[in-house]
């Protein structure tokens, strides 16, 4: 985080894992990104000016298929 006067700037790394419940053989999915916010303080309370999350991807084409047909419908 760093605070400029009444701007602030927060950046960070997350990671998120999932498993699917409805599936009895799922197995776990990690996805990792990168968050950023841009903040001002307003009358002296911290307002979100913008916000960003960007997700990085790791997948080839046999896993994007694979993960469309399992979200799918029958």
């Known amino acids: 985080m760093r605070v400029v006067g009444d701007m ?27 968050y950023t916010g841009e903040f001002e303080r307003r009358n002296g309370r911290w307002m979100v000016i913008a916000e960003h999350d960007s997700e990085r991807t790791e997948y080839n084409d046999s ?3 694979a993960g469309v047909l399992l979200a799918s419908r029958d």
């Open 8 to 34: 602030a700037l927060v950046m960070n790394n997350w990671t998120a894992t999932t498993t699917l419940t409805k599936s009895p053989d799922a197995r776990p999915t990690t996805d990792k990104g990168r």
């Open 63 to 65: 896993a994007m298929v």
